[in-house]
């Protein structure tokens, strides 16, 4: 019976303690991202245990923590680590978890460190690449169009090998500057900016003014491109991921040619007894020469990481056909990014680039006709090819001089080849808390070899290409650069300090190889050239065998190398996050320069205000994110001439280029080669920079202004030296001798604005952005004589486009000013009446019955009664006023959408084409605009000017130089709104990832340039900013010579594992 009731005893004291304990604690949870979306498979763990469970397809978790209070740990890839305190008072939680993309873009990264954004005072731009795949570019330049303010980008061309022009800011000097790649903090040597492949780019930032750009020194006058490629992740499996895509190209503003009928009638009217040329022939030369492109782009990226190490290892393959026959390049790319920790206190890595690049340009003969101008200069009486299979040709007609552009395009072989390998090592130590020391090593190789072969060809059995022509180039180029750093960063308590000092050091050498045999004679077969030219390929044994009597052989050779050393340094303090202050300062010494001129120094300063910081505001308006003013100014350098500019240099010549004297022969013999400058020095660009960030809304909404000057002085330029100095005009051969040196100043000053907003609306996520710059420049001094500087073509005949002088904007467009048209031959008698009462033979200087009604009436500018080059004077700009863009992002559910506009405003343009489009000569073709001409086709006065007339039974073509001539009648106005791109993509929802076992899963359409608004006829706007007409002198002049623009329409698909 006791041990009855002691065991009921111990029963019931055991029931009562388990009655009186706590039931164990239950948190449930949802983790979202911060488009509200559902984040499934992220770890939740109870903080210092191994307790742990998984969100489920809708990001939600249950876990049973088991101490109270406690702390979970919300982890997934792609995310920063969460951590919340839950416990009895806290059992429903709801986490948000930012992505890494986001918190990279609070750090950004500037010379040769990085610093918190919040903290940033100089004037710098961060393109946001996280919706690279949204975008089918295929270069840095095309990544950075319209998204940075200050920044233009412009392509005019649809050339597959073409990449876009690049200015900061503003034409920086008249020679032309561009901006510093700087690429995981190694300064650039090659072609960067379009070999680089876009997937591999994790950020860029642009540094805009001096204070940021200084540290960089004489290659940062331009401006600076920083670029971080992507590495992997620590403490993360290994990720795949693969994108395919693959589009077509159509040309855009192709002309509308006359067909044979129209094409006789056109002719007939104007040059009576035409011969009776067969109908039957209608050749369509715009179809033929142009067709649909094509556009592939394949890339592959496997990264990951462990506590020590990661990684990053990808390979691309891009093809684009162009819309020309015959026209393509091709690039591979591979790239393997790598850290590792050799222990808690040093680090080292390697970043290394390998690329490919291969095309095969447009085959073009004779006068270098532009890709644009090539229909225009073939007949439809012409077939492409006789029923023999041999090359067509037109039955002679006295003019035609076009020759078969078919045969041309379809037989000469060009090919060229650059292999690249590019590379950097690097080893981070930290000696002490806060104190890193960094030494990089990097280097470049590029191997280019290019070549062309014109065989003979036969044009309705007549040879046309005479003989077989062989030219060939190699060169190599080699670069290295080097640099060791060491930065110290310091708190104590509310003072930050930090310091930078390093030194830098970079060679470079180029060394060129050509030659050529033209007017091989018979006898000699052409071996087979392959494709693609192996690394270390000769064609000694193709040439070899040619004959010795062969017409001509040429050959050439030069070797260049440059050096530069720098030292910089950099300090900065900060109170409290809200007073900012930095010091920089580089010293650069270039070779280019004689010994007395070598070094240069640049200086730079800033401070930085964030008001928002302030008690008196902090706490006063919520709205208010964040209030920071900024102001700085700072020196930076150029050294862009030639190498050995400063020494004398003789050449060798022919004896056809010295002038013989009475009684004697010429011999062959040495004379100067270039006129030596020891006394030219360091172009220097001084920026000064006003701006203010403000942040509203929780950041939502971020608003970026900035004023500056940025003043050009002893621009660095090749002038052409007058008669008297007795090296002009014959003094050896023909060439006008030209002299590096220092002229004069230039002033650039202007306003940027920068919006942008993100944030989400239930599932619907918003993202909008807006970006505009407005710029003036002027010439503030020109050198001790003044003298203007003409430059530009706008195709045949038509002379110098634009003049660069004193008090006046850079490249403005200089002829004549207009008054209409003639309108009737009483018009034309007075004004050649007026022109005989002052003492000249006519109004227009150009012989008996010059001009006449229907011509372009210039106006008489000093009132001489005359027209002559005295009444020239400035008649438009190219430099626009505005440069902007805008993007519009959506996301609702698994769809996404983005689009990106840009345009520029109040620029003009100069449009050549309007003499191929309005006229017609030399058996050439034309479009059915040329019927609108004044007194012609039966017309009377009409908007279009006559472009000839018939005399005495023979046709004169445009004496009058209505289409010849530069005039304000072929100023446009160059504005236009873009849509540069348009992405609709679809993403596989978790479930169905989950599924699959797949990470990501997306589809996407594409368009590239799919409308333009614009007042320009005939031609896209962009046009005159492409090749030759890109340079600082010469812009905006449409010309025959482009490349045809093009609209690309493609599809893709990602998927990650």
């Known amino acids: 019976m006791k041990m009855y009731k002691l065991f009921s005893l111990v029963l019931l004291l055991l029931t009562f303690s388990a009655s009186a304990q706590e039931p164990p604690v239950v948190v449930k949870g949802v983790v979202v991202s911060e488009q509200n979306e559902p984040v499934p498979g992220a770890t939740v763990m109870e903080d210092g245990t191994s307790n742990g469970t998984a969100t489920d397809v809708n990001g939600q978790f249950t876990i049973r923590i088991t101490r109270d209070p406690s702390g979970l740990i919300i982890r997934s890839t792609g ?94 000097n008249i020679r032309g500057m561009s901006p510093l790649y700087v690429v995981d903090g190694v300064p650039a040597i090659g072609n960067t900016g379009f070999n680089l492949n876009p997937r591999d780019i994790e950020s860029i930032q642009v540094l805009r003014d001096a204070s940021s750009a200084a540290i960089y020194g004489a290659r940062a006058a331009g401006g600076v491109i920083l670029v971080t490629t992507k590495k992997g992740s620590r403490k993360e499996k290994m990720n795949v991921d693969i994108s395919m895509n693959q589009g077509f190209s159509q040309g855009t503003f192709l002309p509308k040619l006359l067909g044979t009928p129209d094409y006789k009638r056109a002719w007939a009217a104007i040059k009576p007894g035409a011969p009776n040329w067969d109908e039957s022939v209608n050749t369509d030369w715009v179809d033929y020469l142009y067709r649909t492109g094509k556009e592939q782009n394949y890339n592959v990226s496997i990264s990951g990481g462990s506590a020590k190490q990661n990684y990053y290892v990808s390979a691309g393959y891009r093809r684009a056909d162009g819309i020309m026959i015959n026209s393509w390049s091709e690039r591979y790319s591979l790239r393997v990014n790598s850290d590792y920790d050799l222990g808690k206190r040093v680090k080292v890595g390697e970043r290394l680039s390998l690329y490919s690049y291969s095309e095969n340009p447009p085959a073009i003969t004779g006068n270098q006709v532009g890709a644009y101008a090539l229909p225009f200069r073939s007949s439809p009486l012409m077939r492409i090819k006789n029923d023999d299979g041999s090359w067509g040709g037109l039955p002679a007609s006295g003019n035609y001089d076009g020759g078969n552009w078919a045969a041309a395009v379809n037989t000469i072989d060009r090919r060229y080849n650059a292999p690249e390998v590019e590379g950097s090592l690097y080893i981070d130590v930290e000696p002490i808390n806060g104190l890193h020391v960094r030494a990089t090593g990097g280097g470049n190789f590029v191997t280019t070899m290019a070549r062309q072969f014109e065989p003979k060809w036969y044009v309705s059995g007549q040879i046309n290409q005479q003989k077989d022509n062989l030219r060939k180039q190699s060169s190599l180029s080699m670069a290295y650069v080097g640099n060791i750093v060491a930065s110290y960063d310091k708190k104590i308590g509310d003072h930050e300090f930090k310091a930078l000092a390093g030194m830098e050091g970079r060679r470079s050498s180029i060394d060129n190889l050509s030659g050529s045999i033209y007017a091989i004679n018979s006898g000699y077969t052409m071996p087979l050239i392959p494709d693609a030219f192996p690394v270390g390929f000769s064609e000694s044994s193709a040439l070899s065998n040619v004959p010795a009597n062969t017409s001509g052989r040429s050959s050439d050779m030069d070797y260049s190398i440059s050096r530069m050393l720098s030292y910089f340094g950099r300090v900065s303090y900060t109170y409290r996050d809200k007073y900012l202050f930095e010091a920089n300062l580089r010293q650069d010494r270039s070779d280019r320069f004689a010994p007395k001129y070598r070094k240069g120094n640049f200086p730079s300063a800033a401070a930085g205000w964030r008001i928002s910081e302030e008690s008196f505001l902090k706490n006063r308006f919520s709205q208010l ?27 060798n010549y022919d004896k056809t280029q010295f002038n013989e004297l009475p009684g004697t022969a010429a011999v062959n013999g040495w004379g100067i080669g270039r006129l030596a400058n020891e006394v030219i020095r360091w172009e220097t660009v001084t920026t000064a920079n006003i701006g203010a960030d403000v ?77 505009a710059a407005f710029n003036r420049n002027k010439i503030l001094s020109f050198g001790e004589e003044s003298v203007p500087i003409d430059a530009g073509s706008a195709g045949e005949y038509r002379g110098t486009v634009t003049r660069t002088q004193l008090n006046w904007p850079v490249s403005q467009f200089y002829g004549f000013k207009t008054k209409g048209l003639i309108p009737d031959q009483k018009t034309m008698d007075e004004l050649n009446a007026k022109a005989k009462s002052s003492g000249a033979a006519w109004w227009y200087p150009n012989g008996a019955g010059a001009s006449g009604p229907g011509d372009i009436w210039y106006e008489d500018l000093n009132g001489d009664n005359t027209i002559n080059d005295l009444d020239k004077t400035v008649i438009g700009s190219p430099l626009p006023k505005m440069t902007y863009g805008f993007n519009i992002g959506l996301s609702y559910r698994n769809f996404d959408l983005a689009c990106f506009f840009n345009g520029v405003y109040g620029n003009d343009v100069y449009n050549g084409m309007n003499g191929y489009f309005y006229s017609i000569f030399n058996d050439y073709n034309t479009t059915a605009q040329v019927f609108n001409s004044s007194f012609t086709y039966g017309n009377g006065l009409t908007d279009q000017p006559r472009f000839g007339y018939m005399n005495n039974g023979t046709f004169r073509y445009d004496p009058n130089g209505n289409y010849q001539r530069i005039s304000d009648y072929h100023i446009q106005k160059g504005s236009f709104l873009r849509l540069q791109n348009l992405q609709i993509g679809y993403s596989l929802p978790e479930h169905l990832l989950n599924r699959f076992k797949i990470r990501q899963f997306r589809i996407y359409y594409s368009g590239q340039n799919l409308f333009v608004i614009s007042k320009v006829k005939n031609a896209d706007p962009e046009a005159g900013f492409a090749g030759a007409n890109s340079s600082a002198l010469a812009q905006g002049i449409i010309s025959v010579e482009a490349y045809p623009r093009t609209r690309i329409h493609s599809f893709g698909i990602e998927i990650g594992f």
Do not use: C, W
Request: glycine share 12%; hydrophobic share 35%; aromatic share 8%.
């Open 695 to 771: 942040g509203l809304f929780k950041n939502k909404l971020n608003l970026t202004l900035d004023y500056y000057i940025r003043d050009t002085k002893d621009m660095l330029y090749q002038r052409n030296l007058p008669p008297s100095s007795g090296m002009a005009n014959g003094h050896i051969s023909s060439d006008t001798y030209v002299l590096d040196m220092n002229l004069g100043k230039m002033r650039n000053k202007g306003f940027e604005v920068t919006v942008n907003s993100k944030d989400n609306f239930g599932k619907l996520g918003v993202e909008l952005g807006f970006n």
């Open 625 to 651: 994110s964040d209030l920071k003013l900024r102001v700085s100014y700072g020196s930076l350098g150029n050294d862009g001439v030639g190498n050995y500019v400063y020494i004398q240099s003789l050449a």
């Open 79 to 172: 995310f920063t680590d969460y951590k919340v305190a839950v416990g009895r008072q806290q059992t429903s939680v709801r986490v948000v978890l930012t992505s890494t993309s986001r918190q990279l873009q609070d750090i950004v990264v500037i010379g040769y460190s990085a610093q918190k954004k919040a903290n940033l005072i100089g004037a710098v731009s961060s393109v946001n690449t996280k919706d690279v795949s949204k975008m089918a570019v295929t270069g840095v330049a095309s990544l950075l169009q319209g998204r940075a303010a200050g920044v233009q980008v412009t392509n005019g061309s649809g050339d597959p090998r073409s990449s876009g022009t690049i200015v900061i800011r503003g034409v920086g």
